[in-house]
């Protein structure tokens, strides 16, 4: 069965802490990205890449940090830097990042809370 | 630039009556439009979309959605609500002549269903 596999579910740190979010996709979807999502303010795009170990930066990246070494997997790193990374994180991939009428399949976000 | 507006944050419907989420955006060319529909700590689930030829787009569970060019609006819609259709539902946009450009969303309605 094909989809977006986010781990962990929820995520706790401590300030100061950088976190590592896990993405990883069995579609064979070549373009995969990281959305934020804050009550109110709908998904904002932190990091996007349509090819692997090629990444472009979204409308919010400062703070994040992600890679891309495999199709497969597009982690995303939450670094001290991040003024307000309490947030849910949505992962998402589409078949190709220049198929503009291909849809984005999401998987079930992490929940990340660091106080 | 592309831009989506949702310009409710709540709407309410009592079980059986029709429904309606609102959407309107901004392109500079033609748009690709998209709707999904998000539960509690889910990710987004596509539910219809609109490139090009009918204007009333069918999706899944019901949904069907009204693309008006001279409006700039696709709204979402469905002839009879259920209470499991409560969620959230975001609206996004594409457009189809720039080079390059990964989907917009809007902030998101609530849609509430009472029984």
């Known amino acids: 069965d094909g989809g977006i596999t986010q781990s962990p579910k929820y995520l706790f740190r401590k300030e100061g802490q950088n976190v590592t979010l896990s993405c990883e996709q069995n579609?064979?979807?070549?373009?995969m990205y990281w959305y934020r999502q804050d009550p109110g303010q709908g998904l904002r795009l932190i990091y996007y890449?349509?090819?692997?170990?090629?990444?472009q930066k979204g409308d919010i990246a400062e703070g994040y940090s992600v890679s891309r070494e495999k199709k497969e997997s597009f982690p995303l790193t939450v670094t001290s830097a991040q003024k307000n990374p309490t947030a849910f994180y949505l992962c998402?991939?589409?078949?190709?990042?220049?198929?503009?009428?291909?849809?984005?399949?999401f998987g079930n976000g992490t929940r990340l809370t660091v106080t | 630039a592309q831009s989506v507006a949702q310009p409710e944050d709540q709407v309410n419907v009592a079980e059986g009556n029709p429904l309606t989420v609102k959407c309107t955006y901004s392109?500079?060319?033609?748009?690709?439009l998209f709707w999904y529909v998000q539960y509690p700590n889910r990710g987004l689930q596509f539910l219809l979309k609109?490139?090009?030829?009918?204007?009333l787009v069918k999706g899944s569970y019901g949904f069907e959605a009204e693309f008006n060019k001279s409006q700039t609006s696709f709204h979402l819609k469905k002839p009879s609500a259920l209470v499991s259709d409560s969620a959230l539902y975001f609206c996004?946009?594409?457009?189809?002549?720039?080079?390059?450009?990964?989907?917009?969303f809007g902030k998101g309605t609530m849609l509430l269903v009472s029984p």
């Open positions: 998402a991939s589409s078949i190709d990042s220049g198929a503009k009428n291909s849809p984005l399949h």
């Open positions: 579609l064979n979807h070549d373009a």
């Open positions: 890449s349509q090819i692997v170990n090629d990444f």
């Open positions: 392109v500079s060319g033609n748009p690709y």
């Open positions: 609109y490139i090009t030829g009918d204007n």
């Open positions: 996004a946009v594409r457009d189809v002549n720039s080079g390059y450009s990964t989907l917009t």
